[in-house]
């Protein structure tokens, strides 16, 4: 499109310059129709999203409330240890019955008209069904034909992999095995071997941009030692670190694979410690705070961030890990939750270091704070010209695995899955 | 429980010229408030209630505080804003010997160069304040604080 032929600020779609997804439409984070479209192709329909970890919901009866999407949803653990992901909505007039985040139940039970549902979403009680008598009448009553089978809460398909829990209200979604690919399952296996998982807690912040916004900040290897400080100056994350870029087979997923280099300034590093935000003076008061312990499971890398799409990035950086979860809230922002853990086998000190790292993430962290400032930043500008594209060409305008950071093809990779699934 | 005079009045002065501090934009003179050996402890409500030990922002040391100010001042992009808290009258949990065990109510507001004030953080402090031959000090403060569901970003000191 000849940008200069432009006649209209706000156009309906984004309009794409050719075929390529190196020029992201400023209109693909700016509309709420397309972001509909979005929640039902991506978050509603074919793909798995996350929605906990078993070490939240241990014992049974546990449950914690959260969302596919923006659907409202209950991961509860019935009697039997079995999970369950059942939407919350009552079958009867569509409360949103439950309230409390986590807890411990027997059943649940909406407080509007006292439905009560089985821990698997199964009705199994309405008061009145057979109707109240009187005066030897039996008033009202629920049709002689009323089948509670068929009036349960909405279930959803359930997956477990090394104690992470995804859903999905697709009931024909291709395994979650396939839905990761061969590419991506050895990076998440490497992180969810199966060792028992020990919940630390969450972080909650309400982020004001597109919700892809995140899934792009965490595909993008060309900021962290731009933006970071932190990173660039201890040597957590340069682009002269030795790296690969890995994506499944159509673009959506992606690990970023990064080894710790020295966090020198030599000659080699020049071109990257000439960055503005390397600081050759800086010293830490407290050197605690990168108290880094290599631990065998890492197998090398000393971090790996992996990008499941639509729903949550999976963090190792060094000893800390998390899972963060991208709850989208129309097309202008989402809420971003945080849930540090460890492994039930670690020591005190392990477990001492790894929260002490968490001080780098999370919505104050030392690194991650700012990630949420430049996406609220950069949705303003999309809003401000929607009419408009980024330019995503570092490392040219092609889509492929590499050997190097020094390229946005994971945002590229995206989009042209993007583009399939939403264009089709 | 009731404090002597001194006592409480050393105590309110503490929290006002904290409140004045953290508010003036001179971060510097933040980690003064604190012993060496202090902690400094920002925690979700839902956290500290669950005995879940993960914080927002976990300090073990005045040091780890003065990196803070360092990350403020120098590492950390942010959209620049004003902060501004309201603290209301310490309740005292336990007193003795030069030391103070004590919780107060905050509300922090949040005003950005070209929007609204809005209200950004609320909670309570649980600390523990002790006297020093340089005044009174926190030798432990543990902001726990309801707004669980962080407008972005947490970047000033509470």
């Not at chain 1, 972080?203 to 993008?220: S, V």
């Not at chain 2, 012993?35 to 976990?58: G, K, M, S, W």
């Amino acid at each position: 499109m000849d940008r200069s032929t432009i006649d209209t600020a706000f156009p309906a779609l984004p309009v794409w310059e050719g075929e390529g997804t190196s020029r992201i439409p400023f209109a693909a984070y700016t509309s709420e129709e397309l972001h509909r479209r979005e929640l039902e192709r991506f978050f509603y329909k074919s793909h798995w999203c996350y929605v906990g970890l078993e070490a939240e919901i241990p014992n049974p009866g546990d449950f914690k409330r959260t969302v596919v999407g923006e659907r409202s949803v209950i991961v509860v653990r019935a009697l039997d240890g079995s999970i369950h992901v059942v939407e919350n909505v009552c079958a009867h007039r569509g409360m949103s019955f439950c309230r409390a985040r986590s807890g411990n139940r027997k059943d649940f039970t909406c407080p509007y008209h006292q439905w009560n549902y089985s821990l698997k979403g199964d009705l199994q009680g309405v008061p009145f069904r057979r109707g109240v008598k009187q005066d030897g009448k039996v008033h009202g009553g629920m049709p002689a034909d009323f089948d509670p089978l068929l009036n349960g809460l909405t279930k959803l398909k359930v997956a477990t992999r090394g104690g992470v829990v995804f859903a999905s209200f697709d009931h024909d979604v291709e395994p979650l095995e396939d839905f990761l690919g061969p590419a991506i399952v050895p990076w998440f296996d490497r992180l969810f071997d199966g060792r028992a998982l020990k919940l630390y807690g969450y972080n909650r912040q309400r982020i004001p941009g597109n919700w892809k916004l995140m899934q792009e900040n965490i595909k993008d290897p060309y900021h962290p030692g731009l933006l970071h400080t932190w990173f660039v100056t201890f040597g957590l994350w340069r682009a002269d670190n030795r790296s690969r870029l890995v994506m499944d087979e159509r673009f959506r997923h992606a690990a970023m694979i990064s080894t710790r280099g020295s966090a020198g300034a030599g000659s080699d590093a020049r071109q990257v410690t000439q960055v503005a935000s390397f600081k050759q003076d800086m010293k830490l008061e407290d050197p605690r705070f990168l108290d880094i312990v290599p631990e065998p499971w890492w197998g090398g890398p000393t971090a790996v961030m992996t990008t499941l799409f639509p729903s949550v990035i999976l963090q190792q950086q060094v000893n800390s890990v998390s899972t963060r979860h991208i709850q989208p809230d129309g097309h202008g922002a989402f809420d971003f939750v945080w849930t540090h853990f460890g492994f039930a086998d670690d020591s005190e000190e392990m477990t001492e270091r790894r929260l002490r790292q968490a001080n780098l993430f999370g919505p104050a962290g030392f690194v991650s704070a700012d990630d949420g400032e430049v996406i609220e930043l950069s949705q303003q500008g999309f809003e401000q010209k929607p009419f408009h594209r980024t330019l995503a060409e570092l490392g040219g305008t092609e889509v492929g695995d590499t050997e190097h950071m020094v390229t946005e093809t994971l945002i590229r990779g995206m989009y042209r899955y993007w583009r399939e699934v939403m264009e089709a | 429980m009731i404090v002597d005079p001194a006592t409480w009045q050393a105590l309110v002065q503490l929290y006002a010229d904290y409140a004045a501090a953290v508010d003036s934009g001179d971060w510097d003179l933040w980690p003064e408030f604190f012993v060496d050996d202090c902690t400094y402890r920002l925690v979700p409500r839902e956290n500290h209630e669950r005995n879940l030990p993960l914080a927002t922002l976990a300090f073990e040391s005045k040091a780890m505080l003065k990196d803070r100010v360092y990350g403020i001042r120098e590492t950390l992009f942010h959209d620049p804003y004003y902060q501004r808290h309201v603290v209301g009258a310490p309740l005292v949990r336990a007193s003795g010997a030069g030391r103070i065990e004590c919780e107060a109510n905050y509300a922090v507001f949040r005003t950005k160069l070209d929007g609204p004030t809005t209200v950004f953080n609320v909670g309570r402090t649980i600390d523990v304040v002790v006297e020093t031959p340089a005044g009174w000090k926190f030798q432990s403060r543990t902001i726990v604080y309801d707004s669980e569901m962080i407008p972005n970003s947490i970047i000033y000191p509470l």
